[in-house]
């Protein structure tokens, strides 16, 4: 199911996210994270599937995030932190699966998104992003299985809604939904968002904003 949220709290997601936010830190191994501080929220999906168009939307930058049309331009965790809340960061992962590079590379970023899932203890949300177009491929099953696993709460973010029928998107939704209903660790609600049109961006602030609430 999707989720709404009340006129304040849409507004108040704006403010959070309408100063200068800006790049903290890159880490291409565990040993190489930032010390844990405040709280995180991280972007994973598939090779190409708009984390970092998701980052750049939310903040309002268009090149805040690097994005490119070659899958696994990301390889490393990249993390940003925005005016007035230090401790406050988004993480843009590597994308898993296909990638435009070496095979042993792409198994070491990818090694890095599994354990970086399994031991951040300021990690408060993962949000999974899902091409709207294409649902859950095998290799998203294989990373919902890891975050069952971990102690982090997350959340499917259908991505690229401008892209498909309306009628197929409710079936998209609806599919996702049944199929989260085995995942106890999954959150239940699903965000529908297109970086291109700003839909469902606000409503992603919100969540967001709700979490640092209850975190705080």
């Known amino acids: 199911m999707t989720v709404e949220f009340d006129a304040d709290l849409i507004e108040q ?14 880490a291409p191994a565990i040993e190489a ?24 939307a ?21 993390f940003f932190e925005g005016p007035g809340h230090a401790g406050f960061r988004l993480v843009d992962m590597p ?3 296909y990638a435009s590079a ?11 998104i599994h354990s970086f899932l399994r031991g951040r203890g300021n990690l408060a949300r993962v949000y999974l992003l899902v091409d709207a177009r294409h649902g859950f491929k095998p290799v998203d099953l294989d990373v919902l299985k890891t ?15 401008d892209q498909i029928k309306q009628a197929d998107l409710q079936a998209r939704i609806a599919a996702t939904s049944a199929a989260l209903s085995k995942h106890a660790a999954a959150f239940p609600d699903i965000l529908v968002t297109s970086s291109e049109t700003g839909a469902g961006i606000p409503e992603l602030r919100a969540a967001m904003l709700r979490l640092l609430r209850e975190r705080s």
């Open 95 to 97: 994308g898993y699966g």
């Open 147 to 161: 975050l069952d696993q971990s102690a982090v709460s997350y959340q499917v973010v259908l991505t690229k809604a």
């Open 58 to 78: 939310l903040t309002g930058r268009g090149a805040l995030a690097r994005t490119s049309h070659t899958p696994g331009r990301t390889q490393e965790l990249i």
């Open 13 to 26: 997601g704006r403010k959070l996210f309408a100063g200068d936010w800006h790049f903290f830190w890159a």
């Open 102 to 112: 070496p095979k042993a590379k792409v198994a070491s970023w990818t090694a890095l």
């Open 33 to 56: 994270l930032p010390p844990m501080a405040g709280m995180e929220v991280a972007f994973a999906g598939r090779s190409n599937v708009g984390k970092s168009s998701l980052i750049n």
